[in-house]
């Protein structure tokens, strides 16, 4: 541990909300021995949040697949032979149909994603009728469309979007073995386009792509130093693809995730920690650990995008093992 830290650093205001993390102190925390860190992050979670409660988001995929990026990880590049079928932009009505079916099954959250580089302005009419069918419904929205300007992020937010999701997915160092087509860069562009037109910011990354730690902390200082932290972040376990180059990727050391978790809530403490994919690849133990790490937001139902999540039942029975209800719309 760095000698500078002291075991209780983070726990202070010196810390809180408004402060700015430096790589070494974020380390040096990474670092702490594991219940030092996990008291920590339970700490400044319960300050800030139910521990027992967890937002339920559901995804629903609009446009599948034939993207024009070459992010190694994903199933939905047209450059990867992942076997995936594109597909055009779905109805309104089959995505109102899925957001109530959501709706029933607890979600509060709906979230749209479309395999663009960004969104096309024949597009534009499109989404935002889904956006105003899915808030009359009485949901939040949030959508990932890609690279967004400042002109397409206030269109959004007049449709009344309250998320847009857009994540930096590893660290600047890491991010060029990752992605070719966009650079680390553009993403920060688009985030300060998501904020500027007022919408939530929801971004995290990707933790198993065969990065160090310095990678995965680096990437939550960046996420932390933004002018403002952002309102969501999903902490996603890399989902091996096959077809992709990130296919046969070695996978990520389950204490390690946590400690990602961990840091997340301690650097972020007004965030939703999102534990997003990769749940079908956790045991339950691990996932009781990072809610106990302070994640307290996860998607449910089968699918996730493309890939597979865990099933409801199985959901609902780990909710009821650990006491954990699904937090209400109202106290989001
Ligand atoms: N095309 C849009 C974009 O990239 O901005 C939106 C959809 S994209 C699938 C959303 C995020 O899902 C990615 O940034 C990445 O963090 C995550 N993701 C995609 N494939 C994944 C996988 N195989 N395992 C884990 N996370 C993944
Ligand atoms: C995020 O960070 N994780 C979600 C959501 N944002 C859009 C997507 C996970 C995708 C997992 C792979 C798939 O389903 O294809
Ligand atoms: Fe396209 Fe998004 Fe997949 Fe990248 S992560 S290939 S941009 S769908």
């Given at each position: ?53 967890v937002q339920l988001s559901r ?43 959501a709706?029933?099954a607890g979600a509060t959250r ?187 937001s996860i998607f449910v139902g ?10 409801e039942?199985?959901d609902?029975?780990?909710f ?6 699904p937090m209400?719309r109202?106290?989001?």
């Amino acid at each position: 541990m760095d000698a500078d830290v002291h075991p209780n650093a983070g726990l202070e205001s010196v810390h809180g909300a408004a402060s700015r993390w430096s790589l070494e102190d974020a380390r040096a925390i990474y670092e702490l021995p594991f219940n030092d860190l996990i008291f920590r992050a339970q700490t400044v979670h319960r300050r800030n949040f139910d521990p027992n409660r967890v937002q339920l988001s559901r995804l629903l995929s609009i446009k599948t697949g034939g993207c024009p990026e070459d992010c190694g990880y994903c199933s939905q590049s047209a450059r990867h032979e992942s076997g995936l079928t594109a597909t055009k932009l779905m109805d309104l009505r089959r995505v109102l149909v899925e957001a109530k079916k959501a709706r029933e099954a607890g979600a509060t959250r709906y979230c749209m994603g479309a395999a663009w580089r960004s969104p096309k302005d024949r597009d534009m009419d499109a989404v935002v009728a889904m956006i105003e069918g899915v808030k009359e419904l009485g949901m939040e929205t949030c959508m990932t469309l890609g690279m967004l300007d400042l002109g397409q992020a206030q269109r959004l937010k007049q449709a009344g979007l309250d998320y847009y999701n857009h994540n930096i997915d590893t660290s600047e160092r890491y991010y060029n073995e990752i992605i070719t087509t966009r650079t680390f860069a553009d993403r920060l562009d688009t985030l300060a386009n998501v904020r500027d037109s007022g919408i939530k910011v929801c971004c995290g990354g990707i933790v198993g792509m065969g990065e160090e730690k310095a990678d995965r902390v680096d990437m939550l200082v960046t996420l932390a130093n933004l002018p403002e932290p952002p309102d969501s972040v999903p902490i996603n376990m890399l989902i091996p693809i096959k077809g992709t180059p990130l296919g046969d990727a070695e996978p990520i050391e389950p204490i390690e995730f946590v400690r990602t978790i961990a840091l997340a809530r301690i650097m972020m403490p007004n965030a939703h920690v999102r534990l997003s994919a990769g749940r079908t690849a956790m045991s339950d133990e691990m996932q009781a650990l990072c809610f106990f790490a302070g994640a307290n937001s996860i998607f449910v139902g089968e699918t996730l995008l493309t890939a597979e999540n865990p099933e409801e039942d199985k959901d609902s029975a780990l909710f009821r093992r650990l006491g954990i209800q699904p937090m209400e719309r109202s106290a989001l």
